[in-house]
């Protein structure tokens, strides 16, 4: 099973990945967690310039980017870990790229998800979790922590980004489930162990 989580900075995807971890664990699932860009080699690299605030980068280059890091770990772990029979987490997948690169940075939507399923070799997450937060509750959260380019976009770029979370949530409601992270992280947390249980059952 492929579960895949989303949401702008301070939703608590991390925290949340950990403890759904940790819960199909304890009932025998064998888990592996991946984030994007990111957990290959090749994908660090890609992410470090992707994030460092002084890089200038074009959308389409962007675009292009995150795709590769995608590729690189879908090719070399996530497939690999699938057809091991294990149960893969990752802390963003295509979702963000439609989402940030086609809504955000105002994209051909179109060509965006062409992209991602070239990317991904057609892969598609068994389940998407949109951590659903504020722009204001992103930025309290955030408040200790330095920026990086894609943080610094801006909240007009951050309104558009959450409204194609939620229109994807819409063309997609069987996949895609928006979750209410404002408050406490248990009550989150409960809320994706019931989903995750009835796609199990």
Same mark, same amino acid.
């Given at each position: 099973?492929?579960?895949?989580? @989303?949401?702008?900075?301070?939703?608590?995807?991390?925290?949340?990945?950990? +403890? !759904?971890? $940790?819960?199909?664990? &304890? *009932?025998?699932?064998?888990?592996?967690?991946?984030? @994007?860009?990111?957990?290959?080699?090749?994908?660090?690299?890609?992410?470090? +310039? !992707?994030? $460092?605030?002084?890089? &200038? *980068?074009?959308?389409?280059?962007?675009?292009?980017?995150f795709e590769a890091a995608r590729s690189e770990l879908v090719e070399r772990h996530v497939i690999p870990a699938l057809k091991e029979g294990k149960t893969v987490l990752i802390d963003r997948f295509y979702d963000s790229t439609t989402a940030y690169q086609g809504y955000g940075r105002e994209l051909d939507i179109d060509n965006v998800k062409t992209c991602n399923?070239?990317?991904?070799?057609?892969?598609?997450?068994?389940?998407?979790?949109?951590?659903?937060?504020?722009?204001?509750?992103?930025?309290?959260?955030?408040?200790?922590?330095?920026?990086?380019?894609?943080?610094?976009?801006?909240?007009?770029?951050?309104?558009?980004?959450?409204?194609?979370?939620?229109?994807?949530?819409?063309?997609?409601?069987?996949?895609?489930?928006?979750?209410?992270?404002?408050?406490?992280?248990?009550?989150?947390?409960?809320?994706?162990?019931?989903?995750?249980?009835?796609?199990?059952?």
């Amino acid at each position: 099973m492929l579960i895949t989580f @989303e949401g702008i900075d301070g939703s608590g995807k991390s925290t949340q990945i950990k +403890l !759904l971890s $940790d819960y199909l664990k &304890s *009932i025998g699932h064998q888990v592996i967690q991946f984030r @994007e860009p990111g957990s290959s080699h090749v994908s660090e690299i890609i992410r470090s +310039l !992707l994030l $460092d605030k002084d890089s &200038s *980068i074009t959308p389409i280059t962007e675009l292009f980017l995150f795709e590769a890091a995608r590729s690189e770990l879908v090719e070399r772990h996530v497939i690999p870990a699938l057809k091991e029979g294990k149960t893969v987490l990752i802390d963003r997948f295509y979702d963000s790229t439609t989402a940030y690169q086609g809504y955000g940075r105002e994209l051909d939507i179109d060509n965006v998800k062409t992209c991602n399923m070239f990317a991904t070799q057609g892969f598609i997450p068994d389940l998407t979790f949109f951590l659903d937060i504020s722009i204001k509750t992103s930025a309290k959260r955030s408040t200790d922590k330095e920026k990086d380019r894609m943080e610094m976009a801006g909240n007009a770029f951050f309104k558009r980004v959450i409204a194609g979370f939620k229109q994807i949530a819409n063309d997609e409601p069987d996949r895609f489930h928006i979750i209410n992270a404002n408050g406490d992280v248990l009550q989150t947390h409960n809320l994706i162990v019931n989903i995750v249980t009835q796609r199990l059952v």
